[in-house]
């Protein structure tokens, strides 16, 4: 559907992230779909969609999620955007039904394009989880750095910095200490950008570490991930 400055087009996506490690107690798969409208104009881009979501953990089917997400983008003359995504979910947990119930995520960013080579940008992401345990209910919020850099002879990086405070709304009279956790982190991606396979994907490297520290030893870790792995840019 088009009027004379904007369009109106139906879409669908689908996709998955697998972590295939030593040991199937950690293998993690996650599949999603999403079906919507996109309202597209000079300077703006809007969405909305329902959307399915499946995690199947250590080889168990373990969560699905179905919910509503809205997207909008402002562009600039000058090369910034604005942005931001809102997003509502019921969660259905197949190993505990305590962990049944819903969640709601919200995201506001920025970025600008410097120099015709590089993006740079902002995050602020929040996430409120209720669960039918209530010791198990969270909130968190996220701040986050980040670039796209292109570089010689057809190499794209993409690092990554965060700082993540999650806190747990009602925590269980149990422990004897605050779980709140205090997580931070980072990553980095890089990709081959002129080079694609099956005329449609390009090849990428990224590794992650994290490291959360909470009051309570036991949830206190350190995390460091590589991936390998192929995107669709057609």
Excluded at 8 to 21: H, R
Excluded at 26 to 47: E, H, I, M, N, V
Excluded at 48 to 74: I, K, M, P, S
Excluded at 178 to 203: H, K, N, Q, W
Aim: glycine share 10%; proline share 1%.
């Amino acid at each position: 559907m088009r009027g004379t400055k904007s369009s109106t087009v139906g879409f669908a996506s689908f996709g998955f992230d697998l972590l295939e490690a030593e040991g199937r107690q950690y293998d993690d798969l996650q599949l999603r779909s999403r079906f919507g409208l996109r309202l597209l104009s000079a300077k703006t881009t809007a969405s909305v969609a329902a959307f399915a979501n499946t995690r199947v953990l250590a080889g168990d089917h373990y969560e699905d999620a179905f919910g509503l997400e809205v997207q909008g983008e402002r562009r600039s003359l000058i090369g910034g955007s604005a942005y931001g995504r809102l997003s509502y979910a019921r969660i259905d947990n197949h190993i505990s039904s305590g962990l049944d119930g819903s969640e709601l995520k919200g995201l506001l960013g920025f970025r600008r394009s410097v120099g015709g080579r590089a993006v740079l940008g902002t995050e602020i992401a929040y996430e409120r989880r209720n669960t039918d345990t209530a010791s198990l209910a969270y909130q968190s919020l996220e701040w986050s750095v980040y670039s796209t850099i292109d570089v010689q002879k057809g190499w794209t990086l993409r690092p990554r910095l965060f700082v993540r405070q999650k806190d747990f709304r009602n925590p269980s009279a149990a422990f004897q200490a605050d779980r709140d956790e205090m997580i931070y982190g980072g990553s980095l991606r890089v990709e081959r950008s002129d080079l694609f396979i099956a005329g449609a994907y390009t090849p990428y490297f990224q590794i992650d570490a994290e490291r959360g520290r909470s009051d309570i030893a036991a949830f206190s870790y350190r995390s460091v991930g590589v991936q390998f792995g192929v995107e669709r840019r057609f």
